[in-house]
């Protein structure tokens, strides 16, 4: 009599095959999401620079808001070490906002008594009167000082780079002196370290430099922010694990 034989069977769950015609379209478009995402980003810090001038303008500068904005601007064009790309960089933030929607024509031709009756330039007429008209002319002058920063900003990049270079390369001789030594792994710190970089202190750091209607000097940025991606780049580089 034949006996039946029953054996253990291992069952293997594998989730939904990965698509690779969407893994290669996004490979390949990813610069071009970056670009969306960083002219996002660099929209929404300009309006709440916009917001932050104009509070500022309200709360302290009642007397003459349009001449503290122009000292302001003076201020940060004095600091730049290359104020001719400053200049351009304000130019063209101003003309992002204020250019082609045909505000800035409109500014311009309502001393004159040429207010255009029709096309675009028109529906900003209301912006031209009385407490209105001064805001208005409060949020170009923040509009530049927002692209002259940026500017600034922008000018650091190089020394950041030489800072983050040394900081990786510094870490990864640790990380290789660690395994040598058979040294303690923590994938924590590098998380930690990460957090830091990308969300944590150094952007708003940056964010608050870029909104902040105060004289704020460069150096007030770049050293806090350059010593602490030092810190968060080596430790990532002497904690990074293979497989985390």
């Not at 069952?11 to 379209?25: E, K, L």
Request: charged share 15%; aromatic share 14%.
């Amino acid at each position: 009599m034949p006996q039946a034989f029953s054996g253990s069977r291992e069952v293997i769950v594998a989730g939904p095959p990965r698509d690779s015609n969407a893994d290669g379209v996004k490979s390949f478009f990813w610069l071009f999401d970056a670009l969306v995402h960083l002219g996002l980003w660099l929209l929404l810090i300009t309006f709440f620079a916009i917001l932050a001038d104009l509070a500022a303008a309200y709360f302290c500068w009642r007397d003459d808001p349009v001449a503290d904005m122009e000292a302001l601007v003076r201020y940060y064009l004095e600091q730049t070490t290359d104020p001719e790309l400053a200049q351009q960089a304000a130019d063209a933030a101003y003309w992002s906002w204020f250019g082609w929607t045909g505000i800035d024509a409109s500014a311009r031709a309502w001393p004159a008594g040429m207010q255009p009756a029709q096309g675009l330039g028109s529906v900003w007429r209301p912006m031209l009167f009385g407490d209105a008209r001064t805001g208005l002319i409060v949020a170009m002058y923040g509009v530049r000082l927002f692209g002259i920063r940026a500017a600034m900003l922008a000018m650091t990049v190089p020394q950041f780079t030489l800072a983050m270079v040394v900081a990786v390369v510094d870490g990864l001789v640790a990380r290789y002196v660690r395994r040598a030594q058979g040294g303690h792994e923590s994938a924590t710190r590098y998380h930690h370290a990460k957090r830091l970089l990308m969300f944590g202190l150094i952007p708003v750091l940056a964010i608050i430099w870029l909104v902040a209607p105060v004289e704020l000097p460069i150096d007030a940025l770049f050293w806090p922010v350059s010593l602490a991606v030092v810190l968060a780049l080596r430790t990532m580089a002497r904690f990074y694990k293979k497989y985390l």
